[in-house]
């Protein structure tokens, strides 16, 4: 079925005129489809859900459909205290009045509205939009927090589990095809010691979770400053895009993932691995505006944990992109071969700054939050 007739299934007013290819998501694709009336015009994001990664996407649509108004309504409450207009995308069912479309090769299509006048960035661009996006995912963990997550069911289970991808990881390493790429990539094998020297610090957050220190919470999952809108007007933060992984987790798992993409000024996908960056100005603004949204639900224990978060959730990505490429680049979506080996070194070379200024981020983490 062809992407024209699959946006008409959904219920926008008018005459489709486009749909065009938006976005740099690394597992679905994304589209917007542009309706026109006589009078004005209605522009949707549309989606295909990647089956293979969310295998059961029906899960997906429903949290979204509980966050999104969970958000919605408490956002409406508090609107007239707020600074701004804060904005979460809401669903846009299809004209049968289902919330998903399945065509007929079995594509697993959605459609969300589209936030207007409001862009979201690849890289941190100021120390000022480090902590809008800091606020933003602060606001979000506010909001949720009353949210039951032990009645949610996640998306993706084991989702940042880091000690799940290190499994992975090793049934990986003992196929053929991974045996290979290791034999013949000096890079390769030294990123594979990489893996090896963190091997115990990959159960740090999963240990504090068994031991009760910290508690499963409702969490975004994919906070990457890509995924968070900036008013184009007002400069300020004002949405979380991509709520496909929202489900119960750490909020160190957000906390960290954040982090080690807004202080990259390099952004995820630069090949010189001397540009990587973790960037100290950008963190504490980050932290700053986290702190001032979702300041009073913390713990002890939580902050406790934040430094190993930052430098955890680097590794751990780099473990996914690395794992990947082992296996032949099946997960993460690729242009070339080598991507996702690219992708894991600048993972692993955060993780390696954020590890040799562990005491200066301990010291701003100590201070804003
Ligand atoms: C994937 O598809 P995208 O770009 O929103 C991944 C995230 C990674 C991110 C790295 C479901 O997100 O976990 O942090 O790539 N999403 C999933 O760019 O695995
Ligand atoms: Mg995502």
């Known amino acids: 079925m062809d992407l024209a007739s699959t946006a008409r299934q959904f219920a926008r007013e008018g005459r489709l005129v486009t749909v065009y290819p938006t976005g740099n998501g690394n597992v679905n694709e994304t589209y917007i489809a542009v309706f026109r009336t006589t009078y004005d015009e209605h522009r949707i994001v549309l989606q295909r859900i990647n089956r293979h990664v969310f295998r059961r996407p029906e899960i997906l649509m429903e949290n979204l459909r509980r966050v999104t108004a969970h958000i919605h309504r408490r956002l409406l409450e508090e609107a ?37 006048s409001a862009r979201a960035y690849e890289t941190a661009q100021t ?40 499994e992975m990881y090793d049934e990986t390493c003992r196929t053929e095809r991974a045996q290979r790429l290791l034999e013949n990539s000096v890079e390769a094998q030294r990123l594979a010691r990489f893996v090896e020297e963190r091997r115990d610090f990959a159960n740090c957050l999963q240990r504090a979770l068994d031991r009760g220190e910290l508690k499963l919470r ?32 750490l909020i160190h798992y957000d906390f960290g993932d954040a982090l080690r993409s807004i202080a990259n000024p390099a952004g995820e996908e630069v090949e010189k691995l001397s540009r990587v960056d973790f960037s100290m100005e950008l963190c504490e603004g980050f932290c700053r505006g986290y702190i001032r949204f979702a300041g009073d639900m913390l713990t002890d224990a939580d902050r406790a944990y934040f430094y190993d978060s930052i430098r955890l959730l680097a590794f751990e990505l780099g473990l996914r992109f690395f794992q990947d490429y082992l296996a032949g680049n099946q997960y993460f979506r690729v242009r070339f071969p080598e991507q996702n080996l690219n992708r894991a070194r600048v993972q692993f070379r955060m993780c390696e700054i954020i590890e040799a200024r562990e005491k200066a981020i301990r010291k701003i983490l100590a201070d804003c939050v």
């Open 80 to 116: 007239d205290q707020a600074d701004r207009i804060w904005q979460l995308p809401a669903i846009v069912p299809c004209r049968d009045g289902k919330d998903w479309f399945i065509d007929d090769e079995g594509n697993f299509w959605r459609a969300l509205t589209l936030i207007d």
């Open 218 to 249: 409702m969490i975004h999952g994919d906070p990457k400053v890509n995924n968070i809108l900036i008013d184009e007007y007002t400069a300020k933060g004002t949405a979380i895009i991509d709520l496909d992984t929202v489900g119960p987790g």
């Open 127 to 166: 120390t000022e939009h480090a902590y809008e996006v800091g606020s933003v995912l602060g606001n979000f963990h506010r909001l949720l927090s009353d949210m039951d997550a032990a009645a949610i069911t996640h998306p993706l289970p084991g989702f940042h589990v880091t000690p799940r991808y290190l």
